[in-house]
């Protein structure tokens, strides 16, 4: 039985449809881990629970890397339709995100919203400073290792998965959908 204690990630998402997005992209990343599944989850999750169809154009592997996310943003912007807010699965691919639409002119969150996870020290330096998800690490790492030393001990751990509280930082770069 695998327990991993992670964050359920959908509440950022559903702050960006409150904010009238629709056509959204997101950016996750390339190792199969459990926690990156949740998180691409809790996109697909929130986006049915609005009634609001996922365009698989618009989800891509950014690799972890600033770089990539960047080019990848590109391409959504090449896309017929424009998304209005772009969802990253870590604040650093967020960061490329935000380059790419800085060189390019595209205000942030004037003209696209874009969202980031981790709550790295980075995030709120950004330009606008970055809305993104704060996980609580310590709280993770004592919940894993008292599972683990129960393992250990011979005694039984009651659950695969263990879902803790998270808190959304509300900053500055995600805002209301324009009308066109």
Request: glycine letters at 6%; one cysteine or more; charged letters at 25%.
């Amino acid at each position: 039985m695998r327990r991993s204690p992670c964050v359920s990630p959908s509440r950022s998402r559903r702050r960006v449809l409150s904010m009238g997005h629709r056509r959204i992209a997101y950016i996750t990343g390339s190792a199969p881990l459990f926690e990156l599944t949740q998180r691409e989850q809790g996109f697909r999750d929130a986006m049915a629970a609005a009634g609001v169809p996922v365009d698989e154009r618009l989800i891509a592997d950014g690799h972890f890397r600033p770089r990539i996310a960047r080019q990848l943003t590109a391409a959504f912007l090449s896309e017929d339709s424009l998304p209005t807010a772009i969802l990253c699965a870590t604040d650093e691919m967020a960061l490329g995100v935000l380059a790419e639409l800085n060189a390019r002119g595209i205000r942030v969150p004037d003209d696209m919203s874009v969202t980031g996870y981790d709550n790295t020290r980075y995030a709120e330096l950004t330009h606008p400073p970055l809305t993104t998800i704060a996980q609580p690490a310590h709280e993770i790492g004592t919940r894993a290792m008292q599972a683990l030393l129960r393992q250990i001990a011979g005694k039984p751990v009651s659950r695969a998965s263990e879902y803790v509280d998270y808190q959304l930082i509300l900053r500055r770069s995600v805002g209301r959908v324009r009308e066109a």
